[in-house]
């Protein structure tokens, strides 16, 4: 077994609210680089470039991208071999979280119950998903969510004869209603199978993935492909004020499910799509 | 950044002149207020018919802004979705607010009231918000103090980048834009 103390795990999660929150992934710099060389629209251009430089003031003068920086979604895959010491992991990871949200001036969004409502003051709880799988490593993704394009998020529970073009009606219903309040050009994480629940975070895994990697599924990777190209199709364009970039990318992830069911989420990020990963 | 430079507060004839589609810089003053705030303002307005600051002929700005770091005026300062304050809206243009930043679409009643007591609808480039945080050169907590990143601020901004997306004539940007743009599959 190898022994891992929890601080080394908060003192990573606390480096790591900041390093997302001051850093666009070179992936999504990239896509959107390659959007401004596509979209039609002046003012639709002018918005990218804006999203551009808003990336490079905020790595250079340590001001987060965006002053929603989100709920505290954690990602941990605990390898079967490691030994965790020192503490409870789930209050190491909350520990991390309120240490890096105060030591980089990140807004405090979270509230105690959703109908009282009083700010907890640190961004805590963090929304964590646990994971165990072979090996003697720690993976952890931390993913800042935005709360403007996770409101914009859904899920139905299709009928299994809907299939594709039930999916596809779906999710360009959603970035439809969605218009300029998810923070266009989106990325779009859609979950295709498992249970109610389970597909709702297959759809939030998708935005993890790097936004030109595709599906390693042939099938799904076409999907992903003709899904992106009719959401490019609606005209909301950046920020919602006409043009052809609506989405950066359509990722999917599939999962096995019941002969009754075919649930679908579609889980909107914001083009300011931050997640960094460590490897422990 | 292009746009025509606009100072604030917005002059009755700036406002007639404004179309949707224009791009703005503006100079002057904004007040913070998002969900929480606006809560209270409605409240207050209904109980007394006072504010606790002074909005009328005002621009309200939806944004709640990261804490600002030593040495600087604010934190990341981008707006926030609009439509969560469209039921709290209509109270505070008849009271005499002007205009209102945010991002989003707004309902009908809003557009129609926008019409109403000609007032103007902007947005600005949602996550954007360090950039836009450059161009606030003060800051200054006015009102509801306890509700941190809600409360209201007063902002001193220097050519602030807006797009018009309501105007008085009741056109939205929203809607012409993804018409003009829009293709079959």
């Known amino acids: 077994m190898r022994r891992i103390n929890v601080e080394v795990i908060t003192q990573n999660i606390a480096e ?5 929150n001051f850093n666009l992934g070179k992936d999504i710099i990239e896509g959107l680089t390659e959007a401004l060389k596509n979209e039609e629209s002046p003012v639709g251009r002018d918005v990218i470039q804006q999203i551009l430089n808003n990336a490079e003031i905020s790595s250079r003068d340590g001001v987060p991208l965006c002053q929603d920086t989100g709920f505290a979604v954690v990602f941990i895959e605990l390898g079967q071999e490691v030994s965790l010491v020192g503490g409870d992991l789930d209050e190491a990871i909350n520990k991390g979280v309120r240490e890096g949200y105060h030591r980089c001036y990140l807004r405090k969004s979270m509230v105690n119950d959703p109908l009282m409502r009083d700010n907890t003051g640190d961004n805590t709880p963090a929304v964590v998903h646990y994971n165990i799988v072979p090996g003697n490593n720690i993976k952890i993704t931390f993913v800042p969510k935005g709360g403007g394009s996770e409101n914009m998020s859904r899920i139905k529970m299709l ?9 596809i009606d779906f999710v360009l219903e959603t970035v439809n209603a969605a218009g300029a309040n998810a923070c266009p050009p989106v990325v779009i994480g859609v979950g295709i199978g498992g249970t109610f629940e389970t597909c709702a975070l297959l759809a939030k895994k998708a935005l993890l993935r790097p936004l030109q990697q595709v599906n390693s599924n042939v099938y799904y990777a076409d999907l992903e492909k003709r899904l992106c190209m009719a959401v490019n199709c609606l005209g909301i364009g950046p920020q919602g004020f006409g043009g052809r970039i609506t989405a950066l990318a359509v990722h999917i992830e599939a999962a096995p499910t019941h002969i009754a069911c075919l649930p679908t989420a579609v889980n909107l990020n914001c083009h300011a799509s931050r997640h960094v990963q460590r490897i422990l | 950044m292009s746009g025509m430079k ?3 507060p917005l002059t009755e004839q700036m406002i007639h002149d404004l179309r949707c ?3 703005l810089l503006l100079s002057g003053f904004l007040y913070t207020a998002r969900d929480a705030a606006h809560k209270r303002l409605v409240e207050s307005l209904s109980k007394n018919g006072k504010l606790p600051v002074e909005l009328k002929g005002q621009v309200i700005y939806y944004a709640g ?5 030593p040495g600087r005026v604010i934190g990341s300062a981008g707006p926030t979705t609009s439509q969560r304050m469209d039921s709290m809206t209509i109270p505070l243009l008849e009271y005499g607010v002007k205009g209102l930043i945010g991002k989003g679409s707004r309902s009908e009643e809003v557009k129609k009231a926008l019409v109403q007591y000609k007032a103007v609808y902007l947005a600005a480039t949602g996550g954007a918000g360090a950039l836009l945080a450059q161009r606030i050169k ?3 907590i006015v009102a509801y103090e306890d509700l941190g990143p809600e409360a209201i601020y007063k902002l001193e901004v220097q050519e602030f980048p807006v797009v018009v997306i309501n105007d008085i004539n009741g056109n939205d940007l929203y809607e012409a834009g993804q018409k003009a743009y829009k293709r079959l599959i």
């Open chain 1, 16 to 20: 790591m609210c900041c390093e997302a």
């Open chain 1, 159 to 167: 009928k299994p004869t809907e299939g594709e073009s039930g999916i």
């Open chain 2, 6 to 8: 606009v100072s604030l």
């Open chain 2, 21 to 23: 589609g224009d791009q």
């Open chain 2, 65 to 69: 802004p990261t804490p600002a770091p």
């Open chain 2, 138 to 140: 003060s800051a200054e």
